[in-house]
């Protein structure tokens, strides 16, 4: 490590736990503190905001040379903030680390950390799909092989830490973010996640876990509103993916979410962030404040008086890191603690567990170097085999919902090259953010600086129809959320004048209020936004009387109700935010050059009402004649078609019972019975005919994707084990119980290809955080 100014004290290459304790027992409480804070330098004040109320919280003062006087815990976001050319940006970073190195005793630099939900959100770095998106492939080493690529760069530009994954379980469609989350599935979210976990930190990035925990079940769908969660629905359906994450992936941090549950605030809630998480789960690592979520306890929440009241009671219950600036944790803490009412040794804990991560990331190394290991080449951060892996996703998340005959045929693949004339209508024909979340730098920053172009090529659709095809005939109806009676004419003119017609609905995302979908934007129902549904009707209707083949395409961050046209669209493709290569990836599968296998990761609705609801939902949750609505999906989850054939047999179950500590093996054989090779995903799901509480119909417990070339077939087995059937008992506590159980070989949600019942004899065994937690499964050629 750097010695920076002279009368700094100098750390010998001893054991990281050495230099630690050293360091603890050396350091004021301001060198301390100083620790445990982030500070974001070019955070407007004025502007579009990117984090929830920035305009109010981020408005510190105080020099630069003031905020590092005793050094510096984590630098927010240098290549995300604003636009900056990424060696720029390299370069910025050094000196500031020469800076904060210098400014303080101890030399100690900051730790860096950046968003990185679907790729680095940096100008020029790759746009990858959403997380939603990662959870339609169903291809979780794609997505580890991902998050690694995501990670070394990031880790070449002197990045420490990433704000991702998330790990929220959608309740409720209406929700802004559900764009970040993965679905609608504990277990797919989990499975997934880890792997981006994984793929992270192999790459030397620590992952953040987040929003820790129920933060996607807010009242309504509205952002930060509370939950109104009991404990069985948060252990069962909240709780896991993170379980997982924290047992399998081998995460670093975790971050606490803004929401309160039960009025309770997680930021504030030391029996979530230490009693569950530490002290039962064993988590070592560090847990970070949401931005502002800290002085949130104060201003919004209203469980603190003050800031320093809110520093108190968010140190006490476990957070260790003020994030995205110093709010909290700098005068008000110091305040309170020399007030008495907090004792230093909290902040020795929160501090320990600082800078053994410090140690972790190389930080406390006598060879630290504050010159990112990028500045000695050249920087490209969109590389070839970045944009091919995204193409790779991209084309591995779309979903066929539905495929009806067109003139004797199929209606996709289209029929190249004879695919006549060809049109691209809608709001989202021409616009390249179609491809974007609200987490990818272009939407999330890019945005708010329009005289800046776009740091990476990011096709629409009609442009590389046009670039494949030839003239191809457009008609762009107004934007996500407007459109003229001129414009929707115009569209219908043009799909009645050409052989087909592809009709591009869905979102624009950006935040608080700005898109259709992401942070903040909230949807009152599940309709189309805007004038889309209306549009939609009237080009569908031009397409019916003209003859035209229609193919809808769905680009957005949430599912819509699409009951009204699915009889009537001779195709719809669903895509959640595919990323800068979304568009080559989407003409690939209309196409035929890719084979469709996306499956939905979440429930398409057939109307816009009737929410909050997912598949995941009891008997009563469904339909029933005591309710007059009927909440059955559109498409269920796990629903994607294929242009070819798969057919699941020789089911087999290898024993009819077993105790409640067991395992059985559960197989079958699934054949590409078609003309194309293709990939199928095989599901497993578990049912509970009688619990001890109400249980859901059904849910996901294991899951394979299997390619296969036409006329080839594999065996798949999965191992169940009683561990895999448990919930939370009427006592609270996680519980294998004694009795039958159905266990579904399925290729969606609402299909099964086989059932088999297994009797669980035993005793009702208590298990907790070293369960089973995943269904192992194999996949062998035959």
């Known amino acids: 490590m750097s010695t920076g100014a002279a009368d700094q004290q100098s750390l010998a290459p001893v054991p990281a736990p050495d230099v630690v304790e050293h360091l603890i027992s050396t350091m004021t409480l301001e060198e301390k503190l100083a620790q445990l804070v982030g500070v974001w330098v070019n955070a407007s004040t004025d502007g579009d905001s990117v984090a929830p109320l920035q305009n109010q919280m981020a408005g510190d003062t105080r020099t630069w040379d003031q905020m590092i006087a005793h050094g510096l815990g984590q630098i927010t976001r240098m290549y995300g903030t604003v636009p900056v050319e990424p060696a720029e940006g390299a370069r910025r970073l050094a000196a500031a680390q020469e800076q904060i190195m210098a400014a303080s005793r101890f030399g100690i630099p900051a730790q860096v950390h950046e968003e990185c939900l ?231 804990v929160a501090l320990r567990r600082v800078l053994t991560q410090k140690a972790e990331v190389g930080l406390l190394s006598p060879d630290f170097s504050p010159a990112p290991p990028a500045l000695a080449g050249h920087i490209d951060l969109d590389c070839a085999g970045n944009r091919a892996l995204a193409r790779e996703l991209a084309s591995q998340s779309l979903v066929l919902l539905s495929n009806r005959s067109f003139k004797g045929a199929a209606a996709l693949p289209l029929p190249v090259p004879s695919t006549g004339s060809l049109g691209v209508v809608g709001p989202l024909a021409e616009d390249p953010f179609a491809m974007l979340g609200c987490y990818s730098f272009d939407a999330h920053v890019g945005a708010s600086h329009p005289e800046v172009p776009m740091g990476i090529s990011v096709p629409s659709v009609a442009g590389v129809a046009a670039a494949r095809f030839g003239p191809v005939a457009t008609s762009v109806t107004g934007n996500c959320e407007a459109a003229t009676e001129e414009q929707i004419a115009e569209a219908c003119k043009v799909a009645s004048s050409v052989d087909t017609c592809v009709v591009v609905v869905g979102d624009n995302a950006g935040l608080f209020g700005r ?89 398409v609705p057939r109307s816009p009402g009737g929410q909050p609801g997912t598949y995941l939902h009891s008997k009563l949750a469904g339909p029933s004649g005591v309710s007059a609505l009927d909440p059955s999906p559109l498409f269920g989850f796990g629903h994607g078609l294929s242009y070819t054939t798969f057919e699941l047999a020789g089911h087999q179950c290898s024993a009819p019972a077993m105790s409640t500590s067991d395992s ?65 008992g009427v006592d609270l506590q996680r519980v294998v119980t004694p009795g039958l159980v159905k266990l579904h070989l399925s290729t969606s949600s609402t299909s099964d290809a086989a059932t088999h019942e297994v009797i669980l004899d035993g005793p009702r065994r208590v298990v907790g955080f070293e369960r089973e937690m995943l269904t192992p499964v194999s996949v062998r050629q035959v």
Not at 160 to 166: K, R, S, T
Not at 256 to 277: E, K, S
Not at 332 to 339: A, F, T
Not at 519 to 546: F, I, K, T, W
């Open 664 to 728: 059985v093996l559960v197989s079958c054989t699934v054949t590409n019975t078609g003309s194309r090779d293709g990939a199928e995903v095989v599901q497993l799901y578990l049912e509970d005919p009688v619990g001890e509480v109400v249980r859901p119909v059904r849910e996901l417990i294991g899951y394979a994707r299997v390619e296969l070339e036409a006329g080839a077939s594999a065996v798949v087995d999965f191992e169940v084990h009683a561990d895999r059937t448990s919930f939370t």
């Open 515 to 603: 898109g259709t979908s992401g942070e903040g934007n909230d949807a009152p129902d599940l309709r189309l936004p805007g004038d889309q549904h209306l549009m939609l009707d009237h080009v569908l209707n031009a397409c019916a009387d003209s003859g035209t083949r229609a193919v809808v395409v769905v680009l957005s961050g949430r599912p819509y109700a699409l009951g009204d046209f699915v009889d009537r669209a001779d195709a719809i493709v669903q895509g959640f935010f595919p990323g800068e290569e979304g568009a080559e990836a989407l003409w690939d599968v209309l196409t035929g050059v890719v084979n469709p296998s996306g499956k939905l990761p979440v429930s």
């Open 118 to 348: 679907a790729g680095l959100a940096a100008w020029k770095a790759t746009a990858f799909p959403v997380p939603l998106a990662w959870g339609a492939t169903f291809n979780a080493p794609l997505v580890r092989k991902m998050a690694a690529r995501i990670g070394a760069d990031m880790r070449s530009l002197g990045v420490h830490q990433g704000l991702a994954p998330v790990l929220d379980v959608v309740r409720d469609l209406r929700w802004g973010r559900v764009e970040e989350t993965i679905g609608e599935d504990p277990y797919l979210v989990g499975t997934v996640a880890t792997a981006y976990v994984q793929g992270l930190e192999s790459a030397g990035i620590v992952a953040t876990l987040k929003h820790f925990v129920g933060y996607s079940a807010s009242q309504a769908g509205r952002n930060h509103a509370p939950v109104s969660m009991g404990p069985r629905e948060l252990a069962d359906v909240m709780l896991p993916p993170f379980e997982m994450a924290i047992r399998h992936g081998g995460p670093r941090s975790v971050m606490h979410a803004y929401t309160d549950v039960d009025g309770v605030p997680a930021a504030g809630n030391r029996a979530l962030l230490t009693g569950l998480l530490r002290e039962e789960w064993g988590f070592t690592g560090t847990v970070v404040a949401d931005y502002f979520g800290i002085a949130f306890l104060d201003v919004t929440h209203g469980v603190a008086a003050d800031s320093g009241d809110a520093a108190v009671l968010a140190l006490s219950a476990g957070v260790d890191v003020e994030l995205p600036t110093v709010n909290c944790f700098g005068e008000p803490l110091l305040r309170r603690i020399r007030e008495g009412a907090l004792d230093e040794s909290i902040v020795d």
